[in-house]
């Protein structure tokens, strides 16, 4: 039997771009409904299961969950579970963990970041790109170019050092500036940006898919946003690789960890994430944080791509004062019955 941890999570969870795509049922073998959504949370240990050897209660702890982390309280494996470093708020580490992680493997596992390198990174302003860009800069003399919607450019103007809307030729505004390309592409759109990338790699340059991001675009699961994605692809010829020198890989960390059983090694990258965070090397940007009640304006906000950074849900909050509309529409009501009532007199 798995040993277990029981979390109150009475402090924050957070918002990932993949709960957009379960809603839309933009996934592969999305889970049938009802389910609970959320794949990250933080809070204090409860109750501990048999065998539970590295927290003990009281703990204050952050964790990834496979579903259901949007609850009142949360069952979890110990070896999806992280204790949260004295001076880290509970803010910080829901933040961090998902983004930072993903963020880390891109960076130093597959992108074998180096002095001097150059890195392309995708939605450059959202929470997995802010990490991208902090991360990048413990290592010397790295250049970054990101893409980003227009409207975020001067938030994030410091954290890159050149960034173009997505809509513009952005592969050519590199060449312009590095002619050779660069040495690393972070891809979290997918379809025709996929062919981008690679062509803008340099010899011995790394391309790697972390999300397909192009594929949510409406309201509702597009059959016609996956096609396109799909058919914007061009098959890979191992060939051509071989010829250019160029690498293509793949990141879910969902799959790696929960599929794939890499606990102990998303655990390692954890541990040093705290390091450098208790050093003072890197912080995490939140966007904004949200009342349970306000979630469907919490998700449309990163479903218009309009964050900056993560965003959080607290329990704790009261939720946004809505529009007094129901006010209003009763007021138009009353209007339009003593509008009726003026017509029938008159007749």
């Not at 938030?155 to 050779?180: G, L, M, T, W």
């Not at 690789?241 to 606990?263: A, C, P, T, W």
């Not at 102990?264 to 994430?273: A, D, E, F, G």
Request: charged share 25%; hydrophobic share 35%.
């Amino acid at each position: 039997m798995p040993s277990f941890v029981n979390d109150r999570l009475r402090n924050l969870y957070g918002v990932n771009f993949l709960d957009l795509m379960v809603r839309q049922g933009a996934i592969d073998n999305p889970p049938k409904t009802p389910f609970t959504l959320g794949f990250e949370c933080s809070g204090e240990v409860e109750v501990l299961g048999e065998n539970v050897e590295r927290f003990q209660i009281g703990d204050r702890v952050v964790a990834f969950t496979d579903y259901k982390a949007w609850s009142e309280q949360v069952i979890v494996t110990e070896q999806h579970v992280y204790k949260i470093p004295t001076g880290m708020s509970f803010q910080d580490a829901t933040a961090m963990l998902f983004n930072y992680v993903t963020a880390y493997i891109l960076l130093f596992d597959l992108g074998n970041l180096q002095k001097g390198h150059s890195l392309l990174v995708h939605s450059a302003g959202g929470g997995v790109g802010l990490a991208v860009s902090q991360l990048a800069k413990t290592v010397e003399d790295v250049t970054i170019f990101g893409t980003a919607s227009y409207n975020k450019h001067e938030a994030i103007k410091n954290n890159v050092n050149h960034v173009f809307d997505h809509v513009v030729d952005y592969c050519q505004e590199i060449r312009k500036i590095s002619p050779e390309g660069v040495d690393l592409v972070l891809d979290c759109l997918c379809g025709e940006d996929t062919n981008r990338g690679i062509g803008i790699l340099k010899p011995l340059g790394k391309y790697v898919l972390y999300g397909t991001a192009n594929v949510v675009t409406g309201e509702t699961k597009s059959f016609f946003s996956f096609a396109k994605s799909w058919w914007q692809v061009d098959k890979i010829n191992p060939l051509k690789l071989y010829d250019e020198n160029k690498s293509i890989s793949g990141l879910n960390v969902r799959q790696l960890l929960f599929k794939q059983n890499r606990h102990q090694y998303v655990r390692n990258i954890v541990n040093t994430l705290f390091k450098w965070y208790n050093a003072g090397k890197i912080r995490p940007t939140v966007d904004s944080v949200w009342a349970f009640e306000d979630i469907g304006e919490a998700m449309q906000k990163m479903h218009d791509r309009k964050n900056v950074g993560k965003v959080l849900l607290d329990p704790t909050l009261e939720p946004k004062e809505k529009e007094k509309t129901a006010e209003a529409v009763e007021n138009t009501s009353d209007a339009e019955k003593d509008g009726k009532k003026e017509i029938t007199e008159s007749k």
